[in-house]
């Protein structure tokens, strides 16, 4: 399964009687990916789920116009992120929050997730990470969590490498005034 | 920050992912999402299936509709000119049937005039550039009139 290139998969997807077993490989290579990518933002699992679901879905549905120049994972990865935000967009205007009571309210669904299970030091970051703006945390979560290289970021997020460079500096930052200050 | 980025560097090492999920979740998330889009597959084909019947009674009925707003349009169409210029004159006679006592026949005349009045202006200018012409080539009026 793993020896399918990104190029090879979209070969196969292209052929009408294997676009569905090409999909499957897809969906089996990127769900874990994506599912931590998504879970970092929303941080419920249940929340995940439904976007990762919606992810998948508009990647079946897109996968036909895809130029194959492009490259795979980073569109899968900006489907996500856009997913991932437009959820936190709409829980925001349903339970009528202000961003920072979001966060907060993110902070708490953490503490009492059945599905964390860090010790105390891994909490302490989770909610430093939590601390930080939306476009803020999804570049360190990229960045610090899954060492991705700021050219892939900047495809996926459409800002330029050094917006990302500043960007994660100051995550870096911020959260450690939060650890200093706790 | 360089002693913070190496502390973080550490936390990484020793971190074991702290999010966990449920028991066979990524096992069982492909089959999950194959089901979902054949659902949506199985949805969108009855919506097309329904749309396939529908097409040529709504053909139809968009046709019977589009004729018979363009026949609206071209019968308001025609009336509207005509009652314009009906109405246009009617509104005239009534005007000078209701309001013509507040007018003498002076400022009808004047009014007519008003209309010439550029006309006229006009032509005096040309009349007195053409004087002027033969008074300073000094033509006299028999000459001319030989001439034409």
């Known amino acids: ?182 | 920050m360089k002693n913070f980025n190496e502390k973080l560097e550490e936390l990484k090492g020793n971190t074991i992912n702290p999010f966990s999920v449920p028991k066979d979740y990524f096992e069982e998330f492909p089959t999950r999402i194959q089901e979902k889009i054949v659902s949506e597959k199985k949805e969108l084909s009855w919506a097309m299936r329904v749309l396939y019947y529908v097409k040529p009674h709504f053909a139809l009925g968009f046709m019977i509709i589009a004729f018979a707003a363009i026949s609206i349009t071209a019968v308001d169409f025609i009336l509207s000119g005509r009652n314009e210029a009906g109405l246009g004159n009617e509104l005239f006679t009534r005007t000078i049937e209701v309001d013509a006592y507040e007018f003498t026949e002076q400022h009808f005349i004047d009014v007519l005039l008003e209309d010439k009045k550029d006309v006229i202006e006009k032509k005096e200018i040309e009349t007195d550039h053409y004087i002027n012409y033969l008074v300073n080539e000094d033509i006299d009026y028999g000459t001319l009139i030989d001439e034409l």
């Open chain 1, 1 to 182: 399964m793993s020896e399918y290139s990104d190029k090879e998969l979209l070969d196969l997807f292209s052929d009408k009687e294997k676009r569905n077993y090409a999909f499957n490989l897809i969906v089996r290579k990127y769900q874990e990916k994506l599912y931590w990518h998504i879970r970092k933002i929303v941080v419920k699992h249940d929340d995940t789920d439904d976007i990762l679901q919606n992810t998948f879905i508009k990647v079946w549905k897109g996968l036909d116009g895809f130029r194959k120049d492009s490259k795979l994972y980073t569109w899968l990865y900006r489907i996500a992120t856009n997913e991932s935000l437009t959820f936190l967009k709409q829980q925001k205007t349903k339970y009528l929050l202000p961003i920072v009571d979001y966060e907060n309210h993110l902070s708490e669904t953490l503490e009492c997730d059945e599905y964390f299970n860090g010790d105390e030091i891994q909490c302490k970051l989770q909610k430093a990470i939590l601390e930080l703006p939306e476009k803020q945390r999804i570049v360190f979560n990229l960045k610090y969590f899954e060492e991705m290289k700021y050219d892939d970021m900047s495809e996926i997020l459409e800002t330029s490498v050094g917006a990302l460079k500043a960007s994660y500096h100051h995550a870096v930052k911020k959260i450690e005034n939060y650890f200093k200050e706790d």
